[in-house]
């Protein structure tokens, strides 16, 4: 069982939990673990105050433990996947995605892919056991402060360059004065797409806070009120995109995974007709997906089970309703760059609003709710979870989701169905039994 990895790596409130000597420990621990096949670890951070501090943390492990460092400084998450794919290298992006400012998150990728379970566990033993590697003198790794930004620039430019070609939206961009923001001029702007940026004036305390792909109501003002056809949506560390139409409502993750899948399928890029979503996804994307000939798969949730599911059924396309959305011929993770530009692909490909596309797309009532708690893993092994769910499990079209968060101290209960009455009946039960649970522990 782990200790420290969550469902996206490390991820706490700084100098908390998620301090500098664990944040040196996972570096020397990488080093120890990875250094005879990896000489040179790469960093990225998004624009979090506590990043820099974090990354000079991991750095000194590393170089202690005899890997050389190549600090890319405020970088996206899949843009660092591009770049430790393509070297075939290791990488550690600092980052808490769409968590609020006071939270930052380590998630270790080794060539272009998150690592898995089994690798966490090892890590865990070194760093928690006290197996730190410290390395002779002359065997101390080197430093150096050197962007590869622009390497994942190109490889993007010359995917969609020539593609994007008579989109003519006027588009409003909201970047969470993230990692995004380092590069969307260079990406949106040499594509030739008409767009405005908001939210773009990173302080270190304000990533995600009233803007981004989880306050998605900032900027659907601004969509309404100044008239643009299309709003854009990244989060912290632009791994999620999504998108509003013109009157400013939502398309969340699950609408865009349904329209990008009918043009993958025309296009011939949709392998095996599947597409994959998590356990979260709604009931509606399923019956539209099936209406037209196509497979869902569903996986636990985080986008690492999402890709294991991809690889093992040679699957194109999936994701969540968060917008963390894996085009696996393109990338080898989330990224919420590529999401937005192959979803204007997809506008000019059916020729068609994104209004029109998600028009016949079902969506069933769904609630969740978040319940902050003192130990979820005695509340989810409770077994008056368990009796309070056999409760709805007869009932046709319907489905009850618990599950601890893996990143915060909170369960989540989902509930979906036909009748909206009992959907929010469901998620009130659950949110006292577990409230009543967490006062009894």
Same mark, same amino acid.
């Given at each position: 069982m782990?200790?420290?990895f969550?469902?996206?790596?490390?991820r706490?409130?700084?100098?908390?939990?998620l301090?500098?000597?664990?944040?040196? *420990?996972?570096? !020397?621990?990488?080093?120890?673990?990875?250094?005879?096949?990896?000489?040179?670890?790469?960093?990225?951070?998004?624009?979090?105050n506590?990043?820099? +501090?974090?990354?000079?943390?991991?750095?000194?492990?590393?170089l202690?433990?005899? +890997? /050389?460092?190549?600090?890319?400084?405020?970088?996206?998450?899949?843009?660092?996947?591009?770049?430790?794919?393509?070297? %075939?290298?290791?990488?550690?992006?600092?980052?808490?995605?769409h968590?609020?400012?006071?939270?930052?998150?380590?998630?270790?990728i080794c060539?272009?892919?998150k690592?898995?379970?089994e690798?966490?566990? *090892? =890590?865990?033993?070194? +760093?928690?056991? @006290?197996?730190l590697?410290?390395?002779?003198?002359e065997?101390?790794?080197t430093?150096?402060?050197?962007s590869s930004?622009?390497e994942?620039?190109?490889?993007?430019?010359?995917?969609?360059?020539n593609?994007l070609?008579?989109?003519?939206?006027k588009i409003?961009?909201?970047?969470?004065n993230?990692?995004a923001?380092?590069? &969307?001029?260079?990406?949106?702007g %040499?594509?030739?797409?008409s767009?405005?940026?908001?939210?773009?004036?990173p /302080?270190?305390l !304000?990533?995600?806070?009233?803007?981004?792909?989880?306050?998605?109501?900032?900027?659907?003002?601004?969509?309404?009120?100044?008239?643009?056809?299309?709003?854009i949506?990244?989060?912290?560390?632009?791994?999620?995109?999504?998108?509003?139409?013109?009157?400013?409502?939502?398309v969340?993750?699950?609408?865009?995974?349904a329209?990008?899948?009918l043009?993958?399928k025309?296009?011939?890029?949709?392998n095996?007709?599947i597409?994959?979503?998590?356990?979260?996804?709604?009931?509606?994307?399923?019956?539209?997906?099936?209406?037209?000939?196509?497979?869902?798969?569903r996986?636990?949730?985080g986008?690492?089970?999402?890709?294991?599911?991809?690889?093992?059924? /040679?699957?194109?396309?999936?994701?969540?309703?968060?917008?963390?959305?894996?085009?696996?011929?393109?990338s080898?993770?989330?990224d @919420?760059?590529?999401?937005?530009?192959?979803?204007?692909?997809?506008?000019?490909?059916?020729?068609?609003?994104?209004?029109?596309?998600?028009?016949?797309?079902?969506?069933?009532?769904?609630?969740?709710? /978040? &319940?902050?708690v003192?130990?979820?893993?005695?509340i989810?092994?409770?077994?008056?979870?368990?009796?309070? *769910? %056999?409760?709805?499990?007869?009932?046709?079209?319907?489905?009850v =989701?618990? %599950?601890p968060?893996?990143?915060?101290?909170?369960?989540?209960? +989902?509930s979906? @169905?036909t009748?909206?009455n009992?959907? *929010?009946?469901? &998620?009130?039960?659950?949110?006292?039994l577990i409230?009543?649970?967490?006062?009894?522990?």
């Amino acid at each position: 069982m782990k200790h420290l990895f969550g469902t996206d790596g490390i991820r706490d409130v700084v100098n908390e939990k998620l301090t500098c000597e664990l944040a040196m *420990k996972l570096g !020397n621990a990488v080093a120890n673990l990875f250094s005879n096949k990896y000489k040179k670890l790469y960093l990225a951070r998004d624009t979090r105050n506590s990043g820099k +501090m974090l990354e000079l943390a991991i750095a000194s492990g590393a170089l202690a433990g005899g +890997m /050389n460092v190549e600090s890319c400084g405020v970088l996206t998450t899949p843009a660092l996947a591009y770049i430790t794919h393509k070297e %075939r290298a290791l990488g550690i992006v600092i980052s808490a995605s769409h968590n609020p400012p006071i939270y930052n998150g380590l998630k270790v990728i080794c060539e272009g892919y998150k690592i898995s379970d089994e690798v966490e566990e *090892k =890590l865990e033993e070194i +760093m928690l056991g @006290g197996l730190l590697k410290y390395c002779d003198y002359e065997e101390i790794g080197t430093y150096i402060e050197d962007s590869s930004k622009q390497e994942y620039i190109n490889y993007i430019l010359s995917t969609y360059n020539n593609k994007l070609s008579s989109i003519n939206y006027k588009i409003a961009v909201d970047v969470a004065n993230g990692a995004a923001g380092a590069i &969307i001029d260079d990406v949106f702007g %040499r594509l030739g797409l008409s767009y405005d940026v908001y939210f773009n004036t990173p /302080n270190g305390l !304000n990533i995600n806070d009233n803007c981004g792909s989880t306050s998605w109501k900032s900027l659907s003002n601004i969509v309404k009120e100044d008239g643009y056809d299309l709003g854009i949506l990244f989060d912290g560390d632009a791994d999620r995109c999504l998108f509003l139409d013109s009157q400013g409502n939502l398309v969340d993750g699950d609408a865009l995974i349904a329209i990008n899948a009918l043009k993958l399928k025309e296009q011939g890029r949709l392998n095996n007709n599947i597409v994959v979503t998590t356990v979260m996804s709604n009931l509606g994307l399923e019956y539209y997906l099936k209406s037209h000939g196509l497979i869902l798969l569903r996986a636990d949730v985080g986008d690492k089970y999402v890709f294991e599911l991809m690889t093992q059924k /040679n699957g194109t396309i999936g994701g969540e309703q968060s917008g963390h959305i894996i085009f696996l011929d393109r990338s080898t993770t989330g990224d @919420g760059i590529i999401t937005a530009l192959e979803t204007l692909e997809t506008l000019k490909f059916f020729s068609k609003s994104i209004e029109d596309l998600v028009a016949e797309l079902p969506k069933f009532p769904q609630d969740l709710e /978040n &319940i902050t708690v003192k130990d979820k893993i005695k509340i989810m092994k409770d077994k008056r979870l368990e009796e309070l *769910k %056999r409760k709805y499990e007869h009932i046709d079209n319907f489905r009850v =989701l618990v %599950r601890p968060s893996g990143t915060e101290h909170i369960i989540r209960v +989902m509930s979906e @169905g036909t009748d909206k009455n009992i959907v *929010k009946q469901c &998620i009130n039960e659950f949110s006292q039994l577990i409230r009543k649970l967490d006062n009894e522990y």
